[in-house]
């Protein structure tokens, strides 16, 4: 099966949508919250059936995925066919994806994974066959890849819409990280059993094997009850509903913004197969083996962010700005480095940001967003999310063959890092906000905050310690001059001789005006 996308596996109606997408829990419950809350959508029998088959999917769709990158590097040589398989894989999502949702809109979802699982089970199987036989040819790789691609416009805005139905609402959030840590699991188990079956029999059994857990998943969406599946009603033919679903998102800044940001982290910033491939055979010369290491110690870091993910209570679209900015500044970070230890470990940090960010996206897209919506919305978030991808698998294949694997990791992080500074300006400029540097008695554990332009006193541009976060504390106070004068007014005590000093140096020591 193929495996999930690393999102592959966010609304106050200010543009800033700094509030968060769920009301938050009362003070008694969260107090009450356990680390076994982590895993409450598992409870839903039909979710734990669903979570087994991404499960199988996932650990043999990674395995197909690093055979198949590895298969077409040993055919032709040139690590820029890796970035066309990857291009060919998730072009189709840029012409048919839209109508994919559509699709999903229309029919039962449940159905639609069982066509689309079953087809990309036969292009497993049709590949590891021609694989074994000896008969493979680079042009048989990449039209697997096609077609997997073609069933992927159907899949993925079907199986995103699914989870609601399949775990609940209530349930939504929770199962929406699991998804992403079951992704991972499988991206860290994955590639480690595809480095040792290559090493021991080749690449075809890794086809053959993922075709059969793709015939596993099949098996295991018959077995859910139908009665269970909080399923959305189905949508009626009619004209206009592409137009309708693109409409809709532009009305939904949560949608919107969170669309337009992972637009520009997946033009450079996820697609990383590539570059892993050109660092395991130019930069450190560690064969498959070292190949499939170095996507484990990315997917390591991302089952850790993943499982962070599950234990979060709220989420804001400005979190999702910074987790983009520190996922180009690790990007470019990695790109400099020449010792494969360290290197691991900043791709240990960069998968556990990277899953943070596109969880927190899917998740804020997901709970944003209207049943009967849901397929279309799905469709256009990843659309733009493969189409980046699709774009960058070319480009990135082509600049770590011209010029190096390093470049191409520092190319890498462009896109993440100027995703953040272009939606955090807009939505900053939309939100009127700014930044306050706070030296010491902070409210809070940072050092610089993000707040309302008309939030803290103008005083508060002199950077006076204290004075900025008293501001902060107190942003319910008005600060117009007539409220200023009322609250000194307020401060003046009768029958004291002496009142406090004041900032404004027109009072006097009496608390009068002089005359």
């Known amino acids: ?32 919250s356990h680390w076994r809350d982590t895993f409450a959508s598992l409870r839903v029998r039909n979710y734990r059936l669903y979570v087994t088959s991404q499960v199988l999917t996932n650990t043999c769709g990674w395995m197909q995925r690093v055979a198949q990158d590895w298969l077409i590097l040993s055919l032709t040589g040139n690590v820029a066919w890796v970035g066309l398989t990857v291009s060919l894989q998730l072009a189709p999502m ?11 809109d229309r029919f039962d979802k449940r159905r639609l994974l069982m066509i689309t699982q079953s087809l990309i089970a036969l292009s497993a199987l049709v590949l590891g066959t021609l694989t074994l036989l000896g008969a493979i040819e680079p042009w048989h790789v990449l039209a697997a890849a096609a077609f997997t691609g073609l069933a992927i416009v159907i899949d993925n805005p079907a199986r995103q819409a699914f989870v609601p139905e399949v775990a609940g609402h209530q349930h939504l959030r929770n199962a929406i990280s699991i998804n992403s840590t079951v992704f991972q699991i499988g991206a860290l188990v994955g590639p480690a059993l595809a480095a040792v079956g290559i090493a021991l029999v080749g690449e075809g059994w890794s086809f053959i094997v993922n075709a059969m857990a793709g015939v596993t998943a099949v098996v295991l969406l018959v077995m859910m009850r139908a009665s269970e599946l909080s399923a959305a009603p189905a949508i009626a033919r009619t004209r206009g509903q592409l137009r309708e679903g693109l409409r809709y998102v532009g009305e939904k800044p949560a949608i919107l913004w969170s669309t337009v940001l992972v637009g520009f982290v997946a033009i450079t910033g996820i697609n990383l197969a590539t570059v892993l491939a050109a660092y395991a055979d130019d930069v450190f010369d560690i064969g498959s083996a070292g190949y499939g290491l170095l996507n484990s110690c990315l997917a390591a870091g991302a089952v850790a962010g993943a499982l962070a993910s599950t234990r979060r209570r709220s989420l804001r679209l400005r979190t999702l700005v910074y987790t983009s900015g520190v996922l180009g500044v690790l990007l470019m970070v990695a790109g400099v480095i020449a010792w494969l230890p360290l290197f691991c470990v900043v791709l240990v940090a960069v998968g556990a940001t990277s899953l943070l960010y596109l969880t927190g996206g899917n998740t804020l897209v997901q709970t944003s967003v209207t049943a009967t919506m849901r397929g279309r919305v799905m469709a256009l978030y990843i659309l733009v999310l493969f189409g ?31 995703g953040a500074v272009v939606v955090g300006t807009v939505l900053a400029r939309k939100g009127r906000l700014t930044t306050r540097l706070i030296l010491r008695d902070r409210p809070g554990r940072g050092v610089l905050y993000v707040v309302p332009r008309d939030s803290v006193p103008a005083a508060s541009a002199s950077l006076t310690p204290g004075l900025l976060s008293r501001g902060l504390r107190d942003r319910s106070r008005s600060t117009h001059p007539a409220e200023r004068r009322r609250r000194r007014q307020s401060r003046v005590v009768p029958g004291r001789t002496h009142t406090r000093q004041h900032t404004d140096r027109s009072w006097t020591r009496t608390g009068r005006r002089p005359r």
């Not at 495996?3 to 009362?26: F, G, I, K, N």
């Not at 840029?94 to 999903?104: D, Q, T």
């Not at 480009?395 to 100027?418: N, T």
Request: net charge negative.
């Open 1 to 32: 099966m193929r495996p999930a996308p690393v999102a592959l596996h966010p609304s106050s109606q200010a543009h800033s949508d700094t509030r968060p997408v769920a009301p938050p829990l009362a003070d008694d419950q969260q107090h009450r």
């Open 94 to 104: 840029l012409v048919f994806g839209l109508w994919g949702g559509v699709v999903a």
């Open 388 to 418: 980046a991808q699709a774009g960058s698998g070319t480009l990135i294949g082509w600049l770590a063959h011209e010029f190096g694997a390093h470049l191409a990791m520092i190319v890498s992080g462009a896109g993440p890092l100027l």
